[in-house]
């Protein structure tokens, strides 16, 4: 698994993130200028045809004022 990143796989993870990202109320291009992710890779993952990397997604939920949590042991 060395070089591989990992991925953003939690449905509910992947729901929250795309609902912020569409209620932001800017647009793909300066939020990807803002977060440093690229405006093809948010429109991928809004549109629910890619994932993000876990580093993708932080810095998406930084600049939109969200955070992500490890919620080991299912709590």
């Not at 890619?50 to 993708?56: F, G, Q, V």
Request: charged share 25%.
């Amino acid at each position: 698994m060395d070089g591989m990143k990992k991925r953003v796989k939690n449905p509910d993870i992947e729901e929250q993130l795309r609902e912020a990202i569409l209620n932001c109320g800017m647009s793909r291009h300066k939020l990807s200028q803002l977060c440093g992710v690229a405006t093809s890779q948010l429109c991928f993952f809004v549109n629910m045809e890619r994932s993000l990397t876990m580093t993708s997604a932080a810095k998406v939920a930084k600049v939109l004022g969200l955070g992500l949590t490890d919620m080991k042991g299912g709590k």
